[in-house]
Every structure is written in C-alpha cells, then in structure tokens.
Nanobody, 116 residues
Framework: QVQLVESGGGLVQAGGSLRLSCTASESIFSINDMGWFRQAPGKQRELVAAIFRGGSTNYADSVKGRFTISKDNAENRVYLQMNSLKPEDTAVYYC??????????WGQGTQVTVSS
C-alpha cells in the first residue's frame, strides 16, 4: 500500500505564496501521473495540476500562470508552488498518484486558506 503524505498547507493572505509537498512511501519513477486536486466546501473535487512520467504538465485554467507543479524522483516527492493566491484558492488540497499497474492512491489532504 503506497502512502502519500502532504505538507505545506496553512493560512496566507491574498497575493501570498505557499509550497505544498507530497512525499510517496515508494519510488515515483514508475508513476503514470502525480498531481494535486482540491475540494472547497460545498464543491466537487477538482484537478489543480498534474505531472506525467515524461515530465509534461497539465493545469486547471484557474491556476495557469500562478501555480507550478514539479517532481523530484530522487526524493519521491511532488511539489505545488502556489503564487498570487486568491481567496477562491481556499480548499483542502489532495495529492494523488497513479502507479503503473498498481492503481491510484490519495493522500489525506492539507488545508489551504487564503484570507482577503
């Protein structure tokens, strides 16, 4: 069973920055993709950003130009650098990873709160 542990959430003022980290308990070398979803109160969980095995990335339109996803295979870690944060970015952020032939795993989530 793969474990994903998120860190880096917190409270920040609008316009500020946070960096989320997600550390996998196993090597991420064989992942199909790894990324971040978020869920705000009363809303469905939505994709924020994803990074694929070859390094290509995908972003939600609402975060393009503000968020950057990256991964460190040596550290089994994926990062989400969030800049120019807005109150509407407030949500629980979940790390997810799809391991080749093993399925998708989810972290427990980390709260991000952006005050206006």
């Amino acid at each position: 069973q793969v474990q994903l542990v998120e860190s880096g959430g917190g409270l920040v003022q609008a316009g500020g920055s946070l960096r989320l980290s997600c550390t996998a308990s196993e090597s991420i070398f064989s992942i199909n993709d790894m990324g971040w979803f978020r869920q705000a109160p009363g809303k469905q969980r939505e994709l924020v950003a994803a990074i694929f095995r070859g390094g290509s990335t995908n972003y939600a339109d609402s975060v393009k130009g503000r968020f950057t996803i990256s991964k460190d295979n040596a550290e089994n870690r994926v990062y989400l650098q969030m800049n120019s944060l807005k109150p509407e970015d407030t949500a629980v952020y979940y790390c997810t990873a799809d391991f080749y032939c093993r399925g998708r795993y989810w972290g427990q989530g980390t709260q991000v709160t952006v005050s206006s």
